[in-house]
């Protein structure tokens, strides 16, 4: 399935994911201090469904932390880096293809 949401969103989703693992908490122990359902929380996990700042406050908060302030920090330091290195890809790729059909002319 296709996720809806632009590919920062991955970065959310994965720290949620690490943020939990961490706890060591499943998705319906989390459900549970969240008073949603399991399926809730595993839509989240996959970029299925979004979370408001209100609704990333609790989960944090259910999760003992970080806090808000800390977690949107290294949300954009990883942003930053996956934007730099997508980018540095891109440009290498593109590289690479330049070469590459330059190699195949006669």
Same mark, same amino acid.
């Given at each position: 399935?296709? $996720? ?6 991955? *970065?959310? /989703?994965e720290m949620l994911? =690490? &943020?939990?693992? &961490?706890? #060591? +908490? /499943?998705?319906? =122990? ?12 595993? $839509?989240?996990?996959? #970029?299925?469904? %979004?979370?408001?700042? *209100?609704?990333?406050? %609790? @989960? ?8 808000? &302030?800390?977690?949107?920090? &290294?949300?954009?330091? %990883? *942003?930053? /880096?996956? /934007?730099a290195v997508e980018? %540095?890809w891109i440009r290498?790729?593109?590289? +690479?293809? +330049?070469? =590459?059909? @330059? +190699?195949?002319?006669?």
């Amino acid at each position: 399935s296709q $996720k809806p949401f632009p590919p920062p969103y991955d *970065v959310l /989703t994965e720290m949620l994911v =690490a &943020a939990r693992l &961490a706890t #060591g +908490l /499943t998705q319906k =122990a989390l459900a549970e201090r969240l008073s949603i359902g399991q399926s809730s929380v595993s $839509k989240v996990e996959r #970029g299925l469904q %979004r979370l408001d700042l *209100v609704e990333l406050h %609790r @989960w944090l908060s259910a999760l003992g932390g970080p806090s808000l &302030a800390d977690f949107a920090s &290294a949300f954009e330091m %990883r *942003v930053r /880096t996956q /934007t730099a290195v997508e980018r %540095r890809w891109i440009r290498e790729g593109a590289a +690479l293809m +330049l070469r =590459a059909t @330059w +190699l195949r002319q006669p």
